[in-house]
């Protein structure tokens, strides 16, 4: 055996057994020798060196089995205490999808604050206000504001109490009018108290057993916003697709300093994802009324890696995600989740080739600044995924999506 023509890096290599297979270098491989211990220096070099490439391989599934996975950011070892279990889609959305093992508590807040946190407060109270059924814990109370300027505490059963501090006097035929508000027994109490100081006649007992729960006015309305701008959203649609990669693939596509840098460009201009409102072109399936959609495929003419995400049926974008260069090795890995089934519907999917592989995936759907038509199109599908949804728990009429949506930045 001559010197050794092993490469000087370690590791990498042998974490992709497919590319170890039939190299003579193996031999020279110093954990191939560790974990032959059959090995001896008297057989045919042909069958040893296939020898160790099977106990290479067999070796190296141990070792996976026994060594605990490392944080796709950090490297550190991920252990039961560190395994964040990251919500690929974020809990507060109705996410529910958690693989383990793939990046540590540390590095999940780091992209909870720079991506997830952005494409949470996107939707605004619109999950607390369709009481969107969440993996883990409830949706939180959310003050909102009303067209008339004023604020309502949220329920996520879908109550709603006016929260203003009111102190209001007017002056009617033989005395006075008091009228008092707040959004709390402690300051209603106080303010009652001031009223009776105020006006000696008034007797605060009374008043307290008369008081009433109030919520909006019939003239008035909630007002919902959603933001759907690169900025808002991109960031959180990244790191939901680099997840999912991992968690169905094992592999990520870009390292960890690279998703950070594509998280911060496509956040700034867009990048190359596109809002696909109609959906992905060429996904054929059921309708689902409030659902969450993954999906990543190759076109492998030219080796363009296609990503697309669909969150609670309103938020759809989409678009090349990564490219090999060249014709590729096929990719396709479907997600979509019914949320208020909280239902794996994935098999239900399926993707028409000749449609998806004719895309031109840069120019689909329309792009960020495409701001009135992208206007236009949120309105409308608030008003016919989540009012709709509303309507259908408390068939009241007093939200609206209209002029609701934020305009991309
Ligand atoms: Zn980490």
């Known amino acids: ?18 590319n170890l297979v039939g190299q003579g270098r193996l031999l020279a491989h110093p954990r191939a020798r560790d974990d032959n211990t059959e090995r001896n220096g008297h057989h045919p070099v042909d069958t040893l060196r296939s020898n160790v490439t099977v106990c290479n391989e067999m070796g190296e599934a141990k070792r996976r089995a026994a060594a605990p996975p490392k944080c796709r950011g950090c490297g550190s070892p991920i252990t039961k205490e560190n395994d964040s279990e990251a919500h690929i889609i974020p809990n507060a959305l109705g996410g529910n999808l958690k693989p383990k093992g793939i990046i540590c508590r540390e590095c999940n807040t780091k992209l909870d604050a720079i991506a997830d946190n952005a494409l949470i407060e996107a939707f605004g109270d619109w999950p607390t206000l369709i009481d969107i059924p969440r993996d883990r814990g409830h949706n939180p109370p959310r003050i909102v504001n009303t067209r008339q300027g004023r604020r309502v505490r949220l329920e996520p059963d879908g109550s709603m109490s006016a929260i203003d501090v009111r102190y209001e006097v007017t002056e009617v035929e033989g005395g006075h009018s008091v009228e008092i508000a707040a959004g709390n027994w402690k300051t209603f109490r106080q303010l009652l108290k001031r009223a009776s100081k105020d006006f000696p006649a008034l007797d605060p007992i009374v008043a307290e057993q008369n008081a009433r729960k109030v919520g909006i006015d019939d003239d008035d309305e909630l007002k919902l916003g959603f933001d759907f701008s690169p900025e808002a959203i991109f960031g959180g649609l990244i790191t939901a697709i680099w997840l999912f990669l991992i968690h169905r693939t094992g592999r990520s596509f870009m390292d960890w300093d690279q998703l950070l840098q594509v998280i911060n460009s496509m956040q700034d201009h867009g990048g190359t994802f596109r809002y696909l409102v109609d959906g992905l072109p060429g996904l054929r399936g059921p309708e689902i009324p409030i659902g969450h959609k ?14 697309y995400v669909e969150i609670l049926g309103i938020l759809r974008v989409g678009g090349v995600f990564a490219g090999a260069g060249g014709p590729a090795k096929q990719i396709e890995h479907i997600y979509a989740y019914d949320v208020l089934e909280r239902s794996d519907r994935s098999r239900e999917f399926s993707i028409d080739l000749q449609k998806f592989n004719q895309q031109n ?13 992208l206007r236009d199109h949120f309105r409308s599908a608030l008003g016919a995924v989540f009012v709709r949804r509303y309507k259908e728990r408390f068939s009241p009429s007093d939200v609206a999506a209209e002029g609701a949506a934020s305009s991309p930045a």
């Open 1 to 18: 055996m001559g010197p050794a023509p092993w490469p000087t890096r370690s590791g990498p290599a042998a974490d992709r057994p497919e």
């Open 294 to 307: 993954i999906i990543v495929r190759c076109v492998p003419e030219s080796g363009e890696l296609i990503a």
């Open 361 to 373: 995936w840069r120019e689909v759907g329309l792009g960020p600044d495409d701001a009135e038509r």
